[in-house]
């Protein structure tokens, strides 16, 4: 899911032991009656954009608040917006940006007789069927361990892109998966790094499965976070722009629908220097610049061009955080100097209370 922050001054501101034992018989005995598990791969090739309610039907205004700034004499606003996401065939992934499709990914499967448990804490299965085995995407279709289709009983697979590996970290953050010998659903821990282009944009699929044709719909796990300037902001730079006091962690167990995010106690600061001038476009305006007699202090003249972004695709500054409703002392923070007066000002609107679903 997007939440996109548009900014304008005056300001408009992105898985019985019993039963186990039953299935394994199964796997290990029964091979001969069975087939080779064939997956299929669907994930996004792109997020939407969520910039203007008007020009994408999936994206929808959902609060307008004001805003404090430093000298508290402009009224300033933050416009949230919403959007979600379309999913299509994959094409080749990348990191430290937006991914658009999954190139390899990391594979659990439980197996179960009956039906799964809804609460996880009734789930005594353990992922013996497979455990983080790698794959990797050819097309539409996967390739990697051979894996034998049971006699009897269904199966849970879960699993994670970027490839999901106790080993797999960098200098900010830790991404990690369940141990195989865990009671239920595989899960993973991610901790967001500060460095908003080392932040992974991982994607996920859970599926059951009563054959052995097994197509995996990745969905992204996280929310993408971006912050633009909208088309009548004051001419000027912004130079900082710092969300602060979200929870920068969290465990995620997929579901058929989804999944669900635990996030951790700890609060995080996510902060992007910026040297980003925001100009009119000549041909709408007959804008000039500070200290030319001809602006009138506080006068908006021209447009910006439309959905200028502060943080996003451009530059992998899009920031991919924990999805979660934002705690109290949330904050999104803009240091902005304005061209009509020079004056630097702290642009600060409250985000508490905020949801930031997965998606």
Known sequence: MNRIYKGIIMLSAVAISAATTGCSDDFENDLRTSGNVIFNIDAPTQWTGGNDDTDNSASRCISIEATDTSDGDTPLYLHTFEADNQATVPAAQSRGALAKSVSSFSLSAICYPGEYPSDEADITWTPDFAYNLTYTVNGSTAA???????????????????????????????????????????????????????????MAACTDATSPDVTLNFRHA?????????SDM?????????????????????????????????????????????????????????GDTGNKKGEI??????????????????????????????????????DLTGTARTLSASLAGKTWPAG
């Open 144 to 202: 990697g361990t051979t894996l034998q289709w049971p006699a009897g009983g269904k199966v849970r697979f879960f699993a994670f892109a970027p490839i999901a590996d106790n080993s797999h970290s960098d200098a900010a953050g830790v991404f990690t998966l369940s141990p195989s010998t865990q009671p239920g659903s595989p899960k993973i821990t991610y901790t967001v790094p500060t460095d908003v282009k080392k932040q992974t944009d991982i």
């Open 222 to 230: 996280l929310t993408a976070v971006k912050i633009v300037a909208a």
């Open 301 to 338: 003249i021209g447009d910006i061009p439309d959905k200028t972004e502060v943080t996003g695709e451009t530059g992998d500054l899009t920031m991919l955080l924990i999805p979660q409703t934002l705690p109290k002392g949330a904050r999104l923070t803009i240091k902005f100097t304005d």
């Open 234 to 290: 004051l001419p000027g730079k912004i130079t900082d722009v710092e969300i602060s006091g979200v929870y920068g962690s969290g465990t995620f167990t997929p579901t058929p629908a989804g999944g669900t995010w635990v996030p951790a106690a700890a609060k995080a600061t996510y902060k992007v220097t910026r040297d980003l001038t925001l100009s009119p476009e000549e041909s709408n305006s007959g804008y000039k610049p500070a």
